[in-house]
């Protein structure tokens, strides 16, 4: 096990939401930025009070958005990092150029737990965003909710243990997401010891609010693992 496993808390829809999280030691917020398909999803202009009031490095997730957008989003809210939920080799290296001092991670998507998956293309995308120069891979899960393919967001957990040995070919650090919450928190660490974990409708109260109570709950099972493994290591 690592010696550690940093925590973002996305789908951020509101600065409350974004101070809880760093009172209860998030790592990262990330906030849905101008993507259709998300419930979550802000505007560049409605995303400006939590992009520059909170204190957690913020990620703004994006899906296709053209080089002039990214441009105005990377002026207006400076994010840490900007996390890419399509494959983009191209825009990852354009960014990395564009501009120096972010951070580029690359979501790709696995089916949920239980459903057939192509090892090979999984393996070839993680390849493919590393070599771009992606300096975090996220591995969430694809589902389809409520009659609708979705692409976060779906408290829908993934083969862990898959995930595990997929992680392997990651040559940077890899996030593990997709149905992660306060109560499977240790078993997701445990299995995948990845270096962070990404997840959204596991801490929240209804759709789009977060529960601090759930926040709360989630960190202390983080803590609570990683303690367990270290004095494990310690003998
Ligand atoms: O949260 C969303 O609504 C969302 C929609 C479309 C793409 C990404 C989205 N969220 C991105 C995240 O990074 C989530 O943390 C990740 O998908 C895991 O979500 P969950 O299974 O709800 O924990």
Redesign the pocket.
């Known amino acids: 096990m690592k010696d550690g496993c940093e925590v973002?808390?996305?789908?951020i829809t509101n600065i409350e939401d974004a101070l809880s999280a760093a009172r209860e030691g998030a790592d990262y917020l990330?906030v849905?930025v101008e993507?259709s398909?998300?419930?979550?999803?802000l505007t560049v202009e409605g995303a400006r009070e939590i992009f520059s009031r909170t204190p957690l490095p913020a990620v703004a997730?994006v899906?296709q958005m053209s080089p002039e957008r990214i441009k105005y989003l990377v002026n207006s809210l400076h994010p840490h990092a900007l996390?890419f939920?399509n494959l983009a080799p191209e825009t990852i290296t354009w960014c990395k150029k564009e501009f120096t001092e972010l951070e580029c991670w690359q979501?790709l998507h696995l089916p949920p737990a239980g459903e057939g998956l192509d090892r090979e293309n999984v393996l070839a995308q993680i390849k493919a965003g590393c070599e771009a120069g992606a300096d975090v891979i996220?591995l969430?899960?694809a589902a389809v909710v409520g009659g609708t393919q979705?692409?976060?967001?779906?408290?829908?957990?993934s083969d862990w243990q898959l995930v595990r040995e997929l992680g392997v070919a990651c040559t940077v650090p890899l996030f593990l997401?997709?149905?992660?919450?306060p109560a499977n928190v240790q078993a997701a660490i445990k299995v995948v010891n990845p270096e962070g974990i990404?997840?959204?409708?596991?801490v929240?109260a209804q759709p789009g609010k977060k529960s601090p109570d759930k926040i709360r709950a989630l960190m202390q099972a983080v803590r609570e693992t990683i303690r367990e493994a270290t004095s494990e290591r310690n003998g």
Request: aromatic letters at 8%; proline letters at 3%; glycine letters at 20%.
């Open positions: 973002k808390i996305c789908g990330g849905v993507v398909y998300s419930p979550r999803s997730l899906y996390q939920l979501s996220v969430d899960t979705r692409y976060g967001g779906t408290g829908r957990t997401a997709g149905g992660i919450n990404d997840l959204c409708s596991g929240e």
